[in-house]
């Protein structure tokens, strides 16, 4: 376990995944899919791939990821039931087959569902107006929509993680919750902070490219 870890430190991959180009990516994965039966399934496999590729590239930084935020915007480009697709296959294969060890099955089900919300959540703005709102009101719907997603989350994979190893006991699923505190907190922050400037910024200019309302 020290081995991968130390691995991970000598080489992060963080440099290697420029946060600017991902609508680049996007919008030339759709292009490609244009020609296929099924594109929008495709696609979708497509985006599950980008989604744990960016779930991996940042498994050494802890309590920051972008992957919720890639499910979520895979959710606003196919829609929210490609979408719980996407984030529940790509959750299910970054889990199943972390380097850093598999999660439990409680465990591994409660992280499947709570990424599948928040694809399901991304697909939810194809019929809304956050895109057209000024840029105040658009920084705080993003935010506090990541801020819910991972709230959500959080909530779920403690519960699934305490019932299933304290046997439902009142008293130590509070304690798991409290000596959570830390984690949560920078977990919530980050990503409402991504979700205020990454996920907008990049919609933004899909929006030209993709169904995206």
């Not at 972008?66 to 697709?85: D, E, N, R």
């Not at 959080?154 to 130590?172: I, M, P, Q, W």
Request: charged share 10%.
């Amino acid at each position: 376990m020290q081995s991968r870890l130390d691995n991970l430190a000598e080489k992060p991959l963080i440099i290697h995944l420029p946060f600017s180009k991902l609508p680049s990516i996007l919008f030339t994965l759709k292009r490609h899919c244009l020609k296929a039966k099924n594109k929008k399934l495709v696609l979708a496999a497509m985006l599950s791939a980008l989604s744990v590729a960016v779930g991996f590239a940042f498994i050494a930084v802890p309590n920051v990821e972008f992957f919720t935020a890639t499910v979520f915007i895979a959710g606003a480009v196919l829609g929210p039931v490609y979408g719980m697709a996407v984030g529940g296959v790509a959750e299910f294969i970054y889990s199943a087959f972390n380097p850093l060890g598999t999660a439990a099955p409680p465990l591994l089900v409660a992280q499947v569902v709570g990424m599948a919300f928040s694809g399901f959540m991304g697909g939810m703005i194809r019929s809304g107006i956050w895109l057209d709102r000024n840029s105040f009101a658009k920084i705080v719907s993003f935010a506090a929509t990541g801020f819910m997603i991972t709230l959500i989350f959080d909530v779920l994979t403690t519960l699934s993680f305490a019932v299933f190893f304290t046997g439902g006991s009142l008293r130590k699923i509070a304690a798991s919750f409290v000596y959570g505190i830390g984690f949560y907190s920078v977990h919530l922050l980050a990503n409402t902070i991504i979700f205020a400037s990454v996920v907008p910024t990049v919609l933004m200019r899909l929006k030209t490219h993709t169904s995206i309302e």
